[in-house]
């Protein structure tokens, strides 16, 4: 007998100096969604020079200035456009493959990777099914804003982050949060917005913060 050909797919970007490996687990600890098969991707990051780290190269999707990541991060870093251009091109290549359609493709990432599902997601030439930003922030943060109403305000988001992180300051995933729940307000048909915080958690992705992310996949891949 066939096996069951691909109903969905998640996408999921890794943070500064890991790899798509560092995030692999997720294949195995998610949950069998009913009536649904599931293919999972985990892209790498080129590896560039990174100010934060006095220059040195490293796996990153752009430049950092400064740890932590605060208010007066730089809002379009050096190598964001390449790396906007290689996520849409895997989202494409992973449609292609499994013979999906863009609504059935969930992006998520972590810090700099949150921060880059955020852009890639907005900035991706048709809806998505979800888009997932754990421990991130916003990057061109108007035009991201903007983007996130009219046709992408049907694409439900879910952003998380530990209210004890010193690396990227929880305060920039609740202005994410904030902003485009504003920028929503006005649109019709617009979906929800999740923003939760985890309590004594730092830069890191704890049980219960995993467990609502089943929760929102669960919902969204349709």
């Known amino acids: 007998m066939a096996s069951l050909a691909y109903t969905n797919a998640v996408i999921f970007i890794h943070g500064l100096g890991d790899s798509g490996r560092g995030w692999s687990f997720l294949e195995r600890m998610m949950p069998d969604f009913p009536n649904r098969k599931v293919v999972y991707a985990f892209p790498d990051a080129p590896s560039q020079p990174v100010s934060c780290n006095n220059g040195m190269v490293m796996p990153s999707w752009f430049d ?19 790396s906007i251009a290689s996520i849409h091109g895997l989202i494409d290549k992973v449609i292609a493959d499994n013979n999906l359609k863009p609504e059935n493709v969930v992006l998520g990432g972590f810090s700099q990777g949150g921060a880059m599902s955020l852009m890639a997601g907005s900035t991706y ?8 930003c754990l421990s991130g922030w916003l990057l061109r943060k108007s035009s991201n804003v903007a983007a996130w109403s009219g046709p992408k305000a049907s694409v439900p988001l879910f952003i998380g982050h530990g209210d004890a992180d010193q690396v990227v300051l929880t305060s920039l995933g609740k202005e994410a949060a904030d902003r485009i ?9 617009s979906a929800g917005v999740t923003f939760k915080t985890y ?10 913060e995993l467990k609502d992310l089943a929760q929102f996949f669960n919902e969204v891949l349709k």
């Open 64 to 82: 950092i200035k400064a740890i932590p990541v605060n208010e007066n991060e730089p809002d379009d870093p050096a190598g964001i456009d390449e």
């Open 125 to 132: 030439h048709a809806q998505l099914g979800g888009v997932v």
């Open 181 to 189: 729940k504003a920028e929503r307000d006005s649109s019709a048909g």
């Open 199 to 208: 309590a004594g958690e730092g830069h890191g992705a704890c049980d219960d």
